[in-house]
């Protein structure tokens, strides 16, 4: 089937004219097929080259934005967290210079970083991002959503670096609520807020209330969806 799926995307390339931007959202296209088969090398070349056409272009439409984001993901997927967070930083204040506060888009951008900062070990940066993270997410999403709850599990762990372990707690609870509630106890996210949750209650030493929850969730959810935060 991948054969025949090389073979389509490179007849709908012939059809178009190189340089054209429906030849670069086709490209998207192909990158996108490339990464879902762990080629995200190949992926990541396809989508500079989505890039250099909108940049050629001029083009600053929701298509170089979703290509931008796209970029700094596979970034991601190949290991390099700390050139990530470079690309989300400068696609963060690409939006912010054209005025993009208040879209999804935005949101998105501010929880991944956010996510990269707790990653890389820069909680300074993290602790300083993270409350515009949670008020543009509610904005957005309601603060019932699971991509609030991902905010609140940064925010969680920032907390508890700080010992402020009550406020961590409670956020670590919420967190978890909100990911049974939206998205099941089959979903991979609300097994990693569950986990989460009971190492801080391990590192706590309570350890019967971590291993209650461990035993609730002794088996990752065989089947594990794409990634509610970069929503790829």
Known sequence: PSHDSYRYFNISLKTKSKGSLDYAKTLYKLADFQSGLGSHETADG????????????????????ACLDFQCVLTVRMGNSEAAEVSFEDAL???KSQ????TAEYALNLLN???????NSH????????????LSIEKIYTNQHPRFAAAQLIQA???????????????FRSASDIMEKKLGR??????NAKLEYARFLRNMSRKDEAIAIFKK???????IPRTIVTGK
Not at 46 to 54: D, F, G, Y
Not at 113 to 119: A, F, K, P, T, V
Not at 217 to 223: E, N, R, T, V
């Open 93 to 95: 204040q690409r939006r």
């Open 113 to 119: 970083l956010c996510g990269l900062y707790m990653e």
């Open 123 to 134: 909680w300074d940066k993290a602790e300083k991002l993270i409350n515009e993270t949670l």
């Open 157 to 171: 762990r920032i907390r508890a670096r700080n010992k402020k372990y009550q406020e961590a707690e409670n956020l």
């Open 186 to 191: 089959d979903h991979i996210e609300y097994f």
């Open 46 to 65: 396809l989508i500079r080259e989505c890039l250099s056409i909108c940049q050629q272009k001029k083009d600053s439409s929701p298509f170089f934005y």
């Open 217 to 223: 969730i002794d088996q990752i959810p065989k089947k």
């Open 99 to 102: 005025r993009m506060e208040g």
